[in-house]
């Protein structure tokens, strides 16, 4: 598990040059990879660990099909954006080596929506659920609660 404080600065660290950084996304972005990742303890899935089998990757385990569209239907149409992400190869596996793209990326999937983050913890917990795991996803808002909560208290 990534020490929380350190989680904290990647964060605020990689949304400034997108200008998308504020207290409720940095929560937010928090509660997914507390939730999706264990707070990175895993960064894919696969059986040669013997952990479930699927796509997903990086500390926030976004799909590359997820990630695939969020170029081609978003970011395509939002040039800006692109110009101030961090520079490099453009594939989803690297989203498990580099936290800063990982955070990018994340934060900007969650741009994408035109309702505004929550400013409070239940509505945040709410907000992830609707919109990353959505309501086909097995994470529950219980289950997000308590890994928030166990990052957190992470040293």
Do not use: H, S, W
């Given at each position: 598990m990534i020490a929380i404080k350190h989680f904290?600065?990647?964060?605020?660290?990689?949304?400034d040059p997108l200008k998308l950084y504020s207290v409720k996304a940095e929560e937010l972005l928090v509660i997914t990879a507390a939730q999706e990742s264990l707070g990175g303890t895993y960064l894919w899935q696969n059986d040669r660990l013997g952990f479930p089998k699927g796509p997903a990757l990086g500390v926030y385990q976004m799909e590359p099909a997820t990630y695939k569209d969020l170029f081609v239907n978003f970011l395509s149409f939002h040039e800006q954006l692109l110009l101030r992400m961090t520079?490099?190869?453009?594939?989803?596996?690297?989203?498990?080596?580099?936290?800063?793209?990982?955070?990018q990326i994340a934060r900007l999937y969650y741009y994408r929506f035109k309702e505004a983050i929550p400013e409070d913890l239940e509505g945040q917990l709410r907000y992830y659920k609707k919109y990353w795991n959505t309501e086909l996803g097995k994470?529950?808002?219980?289950?997000?609660?308590?890994?928030?909560?166990?990052?957190?208290?992470?040293?």
């Open positions: 904290r600065q990647i964060i605020r660290d990689a949304l520079p490099g190869p453009d594939k989803p596996e690297r989203m498990v080596y580099d936290l800063y793209y990982a955070t994470a529950t808002i219980a289950e997000a609660r308590k890994n928030y909560e166990r990052f957190l208290q992470a040293a």
